[in-house]
């Protein structure tokens, strides 16, 4: 009796492992990844700044994206024009959050000063500028383009407006928008950083008024 127990236990183990071996063998779900925007430090770690204003107070945001990009999942768009959402490659932070970051970072280089702040508030008495930007696309193309289109403002700390723009940016993504999704998000990066020298020229221009 105790052979016949043994061998039934055998074959339900046996049973119980081979899904599991199926799916290490690649049959699953592959792995998530998770990818980071860089400021221009990392990407150009040799840029000068296009002005010196070391004693202005910058505030970064508030920042708005297009519903479909506010979303864990990195979006490109197909050649028939659909909407992808990757539920395996993603940002490694809130879209909002990595772009404030960064275009906060990208400022603070661009126009050497250390008083750059991120803030989600409509006004911000205490800086001398505040950046407000609506972004309305921000993803790969199948013509292996990655877009960036926004509205960007200035305003002064108390929320009066001085500078009004807008930007449209598209940059060469290699193997965008297929699997090579960390080549997109360089461009990405690059693309961010472009949108933040604007904007510097902007606040450099206002500040020799």
């Known amino acids: 009796?105790?052979?016949?127990?043994?061998?039934?236990?055998?074959?339900?183990?046996a049973i119980g492992v081979l899904p599991a071996a199926c799916?290490?063998?690649?049959?699953?779900?592959?792995?998530?990844?998770?990818?980071?925007?860089?400021?221009?430090?990392?990407?150009?770690?040799?840029?000068?700044?296009?002005?010196?204003l070391p004693a202005t107070a910058v505030a970064v945001g508030p920042i708005e994206l297009a519903v479909y990009l506010n979303?864990?999942?990195?979006?490109?768009?197909?050649?028939?024009?659909?909407?992808?959402?990757?539920e395996v490659e993603r940002w490694a932070e809130p879209l909002k959050a990595a772009i404030t970051r960064v275009v906060a970072d990208n400022l603070a280089l661009l126009l050497n000063t250390t008083r750059v702040a991120a803030v989600s508030a409509q006004a911000f008495p205490k800086a001398d500028y505040q950046v407000a930007i609506d972004i309305s696309r921000f993803d790969g193309t199948p013509d292996g383009l990655a877009v960036l289109q926004a509205r960007w403002r200035i305003l002064s700390g108390g929320?009066?407006?001085?500078?009004?723009?807008?930007?449209?940016?598209?940059?060469p993504a290699p193997g965008a928008p297929g699997n090579d999704f960390s080549s997109l998000v360089k461009t990405q990066s690059r693309?961010?950083?472009g949108l933040s020298r604007e904007i510097a020229q902007g606040i450099a221009a206002l500040a020799k008024d």
Do not use: C, Y
């Open 1 to 13: 009796m105790r052979t016949i127990e043994m061998r039934w236990i055998i074959i339900l183990v």
């Open 23 to 52: 799916l290490l063998g690649g049959r699953g779900t592959p792995p998530t990844r998770f990818h980071k925007l860089e400021s221009l430090q990392n990407l150009e770690p040799e840029r000068k700044a296009l002005a010196s």
């Open 71 to 86: 979303r864990p999942q990195i979006v490109t768009i197909s050649a028939e024009q659909e909407l992808r959402v990757n």
């Open 159 to 171: 929320g009066d407006l001085r500078l009004s723009q807008s930007t449209l940016m598209k940059e």
């Open 191 to 193: 693309l961010v950083a």
